[in-house]
């Protein structure tokens, strides 16, 4: 029972604070922190939806091929993680729309956030959905880092979003992933002696 409760205490942190880095720095400046995240700026930029609705219809098609790969309970812990990303993020953009910081403190700060929540979601046994899927179907089948294969597969929307809103986005969602997902292979990698249950057992179960 602790052991469990531990483990979504983790994913509710995780979720949140991937939530935070996508709203407080990077949405503002209309970065993507991934695939999932350049989608939903697109969709909030020709439809008019909101940043956390347009981060929940990113996800839902990569949603449906994760649930006969994974498993029911990798699965379920991705659903709410998506859900209380995209919830974190409705609240925060609709409360405090528009905040504009300086964009390079933007850039690390979210970066940094957002490695270390989506890190402590692989660990507990979920993910940020989105690009995290292929992602981690691809690393599981050729043993590659979960983090460079993310970055591979989000560069195409990178630059889709470059091209539709701002060329210097490209450059800007290349620092970030290039912070975030070496904060994501170090969670990754880190071996926990004592908590054991926080291991990268994303697998089928």
Do not use: D
């Given at each position: 029972m602790m052991k469990t409760l531990l483990t979504y205490s983790c994913?509710?942190?995780?979720?949140?604070?991937?939530?935070?880095s996508m709203s407080l720095f990077l949405?503002?400046?209309?970065?993507?922190?991934?695939g999932a995240a350049g989608l939903a700026i697109l969709i909030n930029h020709f439809?008019?939806?909101s940043l956390g609705f347009s981060l929940w219809l990113a996800n839902i098609v990569f949603l449906l091929f994760a649930l006969?790969?994974?498993?029911?309970?990798?699965?379920l812990r991705t659903v709410i993680s998506v859900a209380i990303t995209s919830m974190t993020v409705g609240y925060i953009t609709s409360?405090?729309?528009?905040?504009?910081?300086?964009?390079?403190?933007c850039i690390i700060a979210g970066s940094v956030c957002f490695g270390l929540g989506v890190g402590l979601l692989i660990r507990s046994?979920?993910?940020?959905?989105?690009?995290?899927?292929p992602a981690l179907m691809i690393a599981n089948y050729k043993n590659w880092s979960p983090g460079k294969v993310m970055m591979?597969?989000?560069?195409?929307?990178?630059?889709?979003?470059?091209?539709?809103i701002d060329y210097k986005i490209v450059l800007y969602a290349i620092i970030c992933q290039f912070i975030s997902t070496n904060i994501i292979d170090y969670i990754y990698e880190f071996k926990f002696h004592r908590i054991s249950?926080?291991?990268?057992?994303w697998r089928k179960r």
């Open positions: 994913l509710l942190f995780g979720a949140t604070l991937q939530g935070i949405f503002p400046h209309s970065i993507p922190s991934g439809f008019s939806l006969p790969y994974f498993g029911f309970t990798w699965t409360q405090f729309p528009h905040i504009h910081i300086n964009i390079f403190l046994g979920a993910s940020s959905g989105g690009m995290v899927i591979g597969i989000n560069f195409f929307i990178f630059v889709l979003t470059a091209l539709v249950f926080l291991s990268a057992a």
